[in-house]
């Protein structure tokens, strides 16, 4: 089993960037296909992005694609986003999830949320208008 801690969440104005990090513990982190979903307020939980084992493919929502940007570095066990040009509608609460399924193709089968094994517990991002 993997811990997965989420940071760097917080208030920025529209336009601004922000990356967030998520911190794994316990398993082998390059084991796992990441992703990053988000659930704003009254809404249901949003695929964001995901990434494959090895970080050379990735896979985005339509909503974010061009400008968040997925990475993750497997020996500071550690999943990124980077997200620029934020929008009022990219607040949300983020989490971080972590996958033991396989990865195929262009990796459009990790967006749903029960392929995920393990969730962080969030981080809020929050962007003013």
């Known amino acids: 089993q993997v811990t997965l801690v989420e940071s760097g969440g917080r208030l920025v104005p529209a336009g601004d960037s922000l990356r967030l990090s998520c911190e794994a513990s316990?398993?082998?982190?390059?084991?796992?296909?990441m992703g990053w979903f988000r659930q704003a307020p009254g809404k249901e939980r949003e695929f964001v992005a995901a990434?494959?084992?090895?970080?050379?493919?990735?896979y985005y929502s339509d909503s974010v694609k061009g400008r968040f940007a997925i990475s993750r570095d497997n020996v500071k066990n550690t999943l990124y986003l980077q997200m620029n040009s934020l929008k009022a509608e990219d607040t949300a609460v983020y989490y971080c999830?972590?996958?033991?399924?396989?990865?195929?193709?262009?990796?459009?089968?990790?967006?749903?949320?029960?392929?995920?094994?393990?969730w962080g517990q969030g981080s809020q991002v929050t962007i003013s208008s």
């Open positions: 999830a972590a996958s033991s399924s396989p990865w195929y193709g262009s990796g459009s089968s990790s967006r749903y949320a029960r392929a995920y094994d393990t």
């Open positions: 316990g398993r082998t982190f390059s084991s796992y296909v």
């Open positions: 990434i494959n084992r090895s970080g050379g493919g990735t």
